[in-house]
């Protein structure tokens, strides 16, 4: 009785012929199929991170200017920045072409419940117009010349677009 059912899946094996991969492609997809998805919880959507956080330009210049303050010579340094558009973000279109025109539509997502979400492509990063750096070792071309390369490496502003003036320690 026992050899019967050991040779049952050989029979079983050699009864299903050409399509006995094809079978077991189906099986194994039914496995997968079965198998637990996660737990109940909510992946955050891509994009989402960008989204939640806007450019702080006050931020950027508190933190701009402690950094600077660390560079040898320098000593207390204050940073203004001006700006020539702030960041955005870019979102999904769909763009159909048609003769004489065309016209685009964003892309948004249903979240369930009726909500929807556009769909962002890219956040853009603000542009900047210049930099005013304010530190009593300002005067010292070594200094101001570290003070400019830091601030133009972070900015991406020229040398020309960045000021550094001794200020009261």
């Given at each position: ?90 979102l ?17 997502v ?19 117009r ?40």
């Amino acid at each position: 009785m026992r050899e019967k059912w050991t040779e049952l899946p050989r029979r079983l094996w050699a009864l299903a012929g050409r399509y006995q991969y094809v079978l077991l492609v189906l099986a194994a997809g039914a496995l997968f199929l079965l198998l637990p998805s996660g737990g109940g919880e909510e992946a955050e959507p891509a994009g989402t991170a960008a989204e939640a956080e806007p450019f702080d330009l006050e931020g950027f210049e508190e933190k701009l200017a402690e950094t600077l303050s660390q560079v040898q010579g320098a000593g207390k340094t204050r940073v203004v920045l001006s700006l020539d558009s702030g960041s955005r973000t870019v979102l999904a279109q769909d763009v159909e072409r048609q003769e004489g025109g065309g016209a685009s539509t964003v892309v948004t997502v249903g979240r369930g419940s009726g909500s929807q979400e556009v769909v962002p492509l890219q956040t853009v990063a603000p542009s900047f117009r210049g930099a005013l750096v304010v530190c009593p070792g300002g005067g010292d071309p070594q200094v101001r010349l570290r003070l400019v390369e830091a601030v133009s490496a972070l900015t991406g502003l020229g040398s020309d677009r960045i000021s550094v003036c001794r200020g009261d320690p």
